[in-house]
């Protein structure tokens, strides 16, 4: 009976822990063309209350070497706007089993590509939130997710925006030991659903990866004797399968 009532117990700590919201903010990596200067991203609550949800986004800068650093975005020397990414609205309210979009709009110059992280942090409405809630509304929200032992878990994203001129130059070098993938273009590419496996044994491989190949750079593998490699190569919308034996 003591054991019986130890595991009723876990079970009880474990369900109540679910309790609360539970965001979903679908595919990590979006990408906006070079002909749409907004993007709609939908925010999924799939948890048993609603979530208020905080939009927070960085620039991500890269240096020389490659090295990515995240860095508040500037206003416009010359007027009050931002030059980069905004979300409109930056507040979401979710209901349980619900969902609300918010349009990321772009502002600024595109000659080049640009890099954001996105963040969608879940939070306890206060007061400097501007969440539309009274007091009252606030205070029993806070106290449901207390007594659930709730944990808001955030997610981060990347948000790539495209030149306004796009262009597309990859070159793919298929030496005897050696492939390469060259990004001579001026908009990130992509190295999808990329697997190294045993040569007719699609369950022996190492786990499958995606790579992006920023402007400039190159993706490359050594060829190994007996191993396969298959990949799609995706310029934009379109995308090409290739498969290659070492």
């Known amino acids: 009976m003591k054991s019986v009532a130890v595991v009723l117990g876990m079970l009880m700590v474990s369900l109540t822990a679910q309790a609360g919201p539970s965001i979903n903010v679908g595919v990590v990596y979006d990408y906006l063309d070079g002909d749409k200067s907004t993007y709609l991203k939908r925010i999924f609550n799939g948890g048993t209350s609603t979530a208020f949800v905080k939009v ?6 890269y240096d020389a070497q490659g090295v990515a650093k995240e860095v508040p975005l500037k206003s416009q020397a010359d007027s009050n706007a931002r030059d980069g990414l905004m979300a409109s609205p930056a507040r979401l309210i979710v209901p349980a089993n619900g969902m609300q979009g ?10 080049s590509e640009r890099y954001f992280r996105v963040r969608y942090i879940p939070v306890v409405p206060e007061k400097e939130d501007a969440f539309a809630v009274s007091e009252e509304e606030r205070e029993a929200y806070q106290s449901t997710l207390q007594a659930g032992v709730s944990i808001l878990a955030g997610y981060g994203t990347v948000f ?15 030496g005897a030991a050696h492939y390469r993938v060259r990004n001579n273009g001026n908009s990130v590419i992509e190295v999808d659903e990329f697997k190294n496996c045993v040569v007719g044994k699609i369950d022996d491989c190492y786990p499958t990866t995606k790579n992006h190949v920023l402007p400039g750079r190159t993706f490359s593998f050594d ?11 995706v310029e934009g919308e379109a995308q090409k399968n290739h498969a290659v034996k070492g």
């Not at 790539?160 to 298929?174: A, G, I, L, S, W």
């Open 56 to 61: 927070e986004i960085l620039e991500i800068l």
């Open 160 to 174: 790539f925006v495209r030149p306004k001129n796009t262009r597309y130059d990859t070159q793919v070098e298929n």
């Open 102 to 111: 918010t349009r990321l709009l772009f502002l600024g110059e595109r000659g």
């Open 223 to 233: 060829k190994q004797a007996g191993r396969e490699y298959t990949f799609k190569l």
